[in-house]
């Protein structure tokens, strides 16, 4: 959907990426739209604001986020008959981890137009700098923060052949890729951090090795993880695992045996510990 640059804004809904960190990363085109929307949806209106300024316009904007936008929607959808009402989020592309999928499907069901201004994605950015393979990938968003959740998302996509994209926070960074070397096994990974800013970074690594490196020193700004997917090795057979966990609970109490043979594997060390107490229990 291509207009000249200063006409009147075609009604309907504009999704419109927004930086993750630079500020001149915005499009010449996400930055016309703004200049023109007759309205925007916004997370937070003082993070768009920013960007409006730096642009040199305003605005009226709207909030929209995951506390308002059931009783707000039905109103957005309604002036996008008349109106260019354009959606961003504080950063990235909005619908990423952040709101907006219900208006998109509302506004295509009464029958608005609806275009994309495509732009800056976190979990895109990261998969670039990775250096793993991205024929395939998979985007989880952020795991849930509880332990027993957090390893029943990972256990759910550990049979996943593809590139795994996560978002997490630096308080919680190693935690998480602890859980992930215990769910996935160890595999090679990347944590991506402060893409396009002043202090980006991309750290790559097996799950472990980074778990370690973050244990106690979580980071500060915004992060992305990206796992590589399963090795291509064949499944050692289920006699050699058990061989191995055996002498390795001989020298060794049953979570350390299991975290060696996972090393030693690949295979999920939630999985070998479960074998391990199976063992142990004369299984
Ligand atoms: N919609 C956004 C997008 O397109 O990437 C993502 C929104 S989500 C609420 C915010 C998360 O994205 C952060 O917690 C972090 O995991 C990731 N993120 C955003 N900006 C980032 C940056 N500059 N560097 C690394 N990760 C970033």
Redesign the pocket.
């Given at each position: 959907m291509q207009q000249p640059p200063d006409e009147a804004l075609t009604p309907g809904l504009y999704i419109v990426?927004t930086p993750?960190?630079n500020l001149s990363d915005l499009s010449p085109r996400a930055a016309s739209v703004l200049a023109r929307a007759d309205l925007i949806a916004v997370e937070d209106s003082r993070v768009t604001a920013k960007l409006l300024q730096r642009i040199g316009t305003k605005r009226p904007m709207t909030p929209y986020h995951d506390h308002n936008a059931d009783q707000v929607r039905p109103g957005l959808i309604d002036r996008m008959g008349s109106e260019a009402i354009a959606l961003v989020?504080?950063?990235?592309?909005?619908?990423?981890?952040?709101p907006g999928f219900k208006l998109v499907r509302d506004a295509r069901a009464a029958g608005h137009m609806v275009t994309t201004i495509p732009g800056?994605?976190?979990?895109i950015?990261?998969l670039t700098l990775a250096g793993l393979p991205t024929d395939r990938f998979f985007f989880l968003g952020?795991l849930p923060s509880k332990e027993k959740a957090r390893a029943d998302a990972i256990a759910e996509v550990a049979g996943v052949r593809a590139t795994l994209i996560l978002?997490?926070?630096g308080p919680r960074l190693g935690a998480a890729l602890a859980a992930l070397a215990d769910g996935l096994g160890d595999r090679e990974a990347a944590v991506?951090?402060?893409?396009?800013?002043a202090f980006?970074e991309c750290v790559t690594g097996t799950l472990s090795t980074l778990a370690d490196r973050y244990a106690d020193a979580p980071p500060k700004?915004?992060?992305?993880i990206v796992v590589g997917p399963p090795g291509e090795a064949p499944a050692p057979e289920a006699g050699d695992v058990d061989a191995a966990l055996i002498d390795a609970m001989a020298r060794l109490p049953v979570a350390k045996a299991a975290g060696e043979v996972a090393r030693a594997t690949g295979l999920p060390r939630r999985e070998l510990y479960a074998r391990a107490m199976e063992l142990k229990d004369g299984g």
């Open positions: 990426a993750i960190g989020s504080d950063a990235g592309t909005p619908l990423i981890s952040d800056p994605c976190a979990a950015a990261a952020f978002y997490e926070s991506a951090r402060e893409i396009s800013k980006e700004g915004e992060i992305v």
